[in-house]
């Protein structure tokens, strides 16, 4: 959970005159493995985490984007979307943005320093030292708080709610900065994560928006689409009887929702799931969702559940495990993906990644050589044909030496 807020002046315009800088990226894809690329630093004036809770998404043309929890000295905190379009080396950078928004200042001198790239005259070819960089950013249209907390990227599989497949969803919580409550808002992308709508409010919490056991606060939203429905999966702290549970609404148009339903409640009030992934295992024919299990006295690990529907989690025959290998635990804020009839899953405690074969409870730990984060994202991608596990990293619950990173690298 994200208790500190940045507080500090609202953002301001970006400049419009840049002169003719235009880098190319590279081409083609790259097939090499790496990892610990660096997306984004934060500078000094960041305010709490400076950034956490990475994510990502592949979108239909191959390129990738990446947003994070955002702690830039402003009142109404943005989430940033940077983009790649060589599997996670380099990017493009675009430097307008037509949709009615207010980017943050970037001068001239920012850019000089911040993008690094060379051309060979003599034989028309192009070097590109370009790094991550900006692509556009979402900032709150309807509320006034800022888009403040566990952003959630989402590519639609279909067409759905009158929006075409490929069609880029964005989830996350918006909050004022005294943390008084909350709404779960949900915005579209059209074009590729360029432009950002607001579409609906999800869930309402009447707050605070912090972590105390009865304070009516809603976190970490998660999307699934099943049998033509769009499931919000996440954390409740709402209900007297739960000090938090994960609960899910749907919708079929992205505008109305349904109401609250239990996903994973534990009869115990102290008892604390929460950070929702979840996947359908193609190999066994079963849906599974991870969570942390967050006990008092006792911390938090990663468990997970089989079901035969994403709607039926909490039924008592689907019964929690938890997360260990060779005695290590994951740790909470676990993060999992389903590829090729395995389960890879991490948390917040262990930089390996924990592996197994779906249907089973042994679990093997990977060194894959990313750094440690706090809910580090895992997403299958494909790069130039090969299919690739993507790592985010925004960093971990401290207040200085944060960084976004990515790794790419062929699933082990």
């Known amino acids: 959970m994200i208790l500190n807020i940045p507080i500090a002046a609202s953002p301001v315009k970006i400049e419009e005159n840049l002169g003719s800088f235009s880098p ?22 960041y305010t709490s985490w400076q950034t956490i809770y990475g994510r990502s998404a592949q979108l239909t ?6 947003t994070w929890e955002d702690y830039p000295p402003v009142t109404e905190t943005p989430f940033p979307i940077y983009r790649s379009t ?22 001239q001198e920012e850019i000089s320093s911040s993008y690094l790239y060379s051309r060979s005259s003599s034989k028309g070819s192009n ?12 900032l709150d249209q309807v509320n006034g708080w800022g888009m403040r907390y566990q952003p959630n990227l989402y590519v639609l599989p279909e067409a759905f709610g009158g929006y075409a497949a490929g069609t880029v969803l964005c989830v996350g919580v918006s909050a004022p900065a005294n943390l008084s409550e909350a709404y ?26 912090i ?38 609404q749907t919708t079929t148009n992205l505008l109305t929702w349904s109401t609250a339903v239990d996903a994973v409640a ?29 006990i008092s006295g006792s911390g938090c690990n990663a468990y997970y559940r089989w079901s035969s529907s994403p709607l039926t989690f909490n039924a008592v025959s689907s019964t929690a495990t938890e997360l260990v290998a060779s005695g290590a635990a994951a740790g909470g804020s676990p993060y999992h993906v389903y590829y090729d009839g395995k389960i890879y899953m991490n948390g917040g405690d262990n ?51 944060n960084v976004v990173t990515v790794g790419v690298i062929t699933p082990p």
């Open 24 to 45: 190319v990226p590279r081409s083609p894809l790259e097939k090499r493995d790496f990892t610990d690329a660096v997306v984004f630093t934060p500078p000094s004036d």
């Open 61 to 66: 043309d191959g390129s990738l984007l990446v």
């Open 86 to 107: 060589n599997g996670g080396e380099t990017v493009f950078h675009l430097f307008f943005c037509p949709f009615p928004l207010t980017p943050p200042l970037i001068t």
């Open 127 to 138: 070097v590109n030292l370009l790094k991550w960089a900006a692509y556009s950013q979402i």
């Open 184 to 209: 779960i808002d949900v915005y579209a992308s059209t074009d590729g994560g360029l432009g950002w709508k607001f579409l609906s409010h999800i869930a309402y919490g009447a707050g605070p928006e």
């Open 211 to 248: 972590i105390t056991d009865g304070d009516a606060a809603i976190w970490e939203p998660f999307f699934f689409l099943y049998d033509s429905e769009l499931i919000c999966f996440y954390s409740d702290q709402r209900d007297s009887a739960h000090a938090q549970k994960l609960s899910y």
């Open 266 to 294: 534990d009869p115990t009030y102290e008892h604390r799931p929460g950070m929702a992934t979840v996947s359908y295992l193609s190999s066994i024919s079963l849906y599974f969702i991870s969570y942390e299990l967050c």
């Open 351 to 401: 930089a390996n990644l924990f592996v197994n074969v779906a249907g089973e409870t042994n679990w093997t730990q990977i060194n894959v050589n990313q750094n440690q984060a706090y809910t580090r994202c895992l997403e299958i991608i494909t790069v130039d044909g090969e299919d690739k596990l993507m790592l985010t990293s925004g960093g971990k619950m401290t207040t200085s030496g």
